[in-house]
């Protein structure tokens, strides 16, 4: 025996997930934009903090730091190519805190893939890609601290753009 209903029910869901996959394709446009957007307005200023100088550092050998203050551990990076949120001469200069947005757990560098990863529920975040989540259970991605460079090379950090593990807010 023959059950048409099953043929029908096959089609309206080929052409249900037509349809959503051509919406997903229009979004996915759009979507880097409103991310970006997102960003800036977790973006927090904080007062400016010397981290170190451009020739204090070597391309891919994370440097320890405290930002925006000793009760935030964070790295300071050169991945030796431009990157988004990259400062510097090359705009290869980036820094984030490492404590996983999960639950704060003490992240890792591997410097062969370029990612901050979680020991806890094994979280990775993209050290060249703004710190993007690419895998694990955080629902935020990795908190990037906004720097400048000066004309003497001096690596200043002056905002955080996501949410520090542990804050309610951002605010000191």
Known sequence: MKCNRLVDAGRRQ???????????????TVLPAQQAQARSLARVEYPP????NVSDLTVNDPMDIAYPDADSPG??????EAVEGGVG???????Y???CPHKGWFLSYNGEDR????????????????GQQVWGHATNNLPQ????????????????DELIYGRLSNVL
């Open 14 to 28: 080929f052409m249900r997930g037509g349809l959503m996959g051509a919406a997903g394709a229009a979004a996915s």
């Open 49 to 52: 903090n010397r981290l170190a």
């Open 75 to 80: 790295v300071l990076l050169k991945l030796g």
């Open 89 to 95: 001469p090359d705009g290869d200069i980036v820094a």
């Open 97 to 99: 805190s490492v404590l």
């Open 115 to 130: 990612t901050f990863n979680c020991p806890g529920h094994h979280s990775r975040f993209d050290a060249e890609a703004a």
């Open 145 to 160: 601290f906004v720097l400048r460079v000066d004309d003497n090379g001096d690596i200043y950090a002056e905002g955080v």
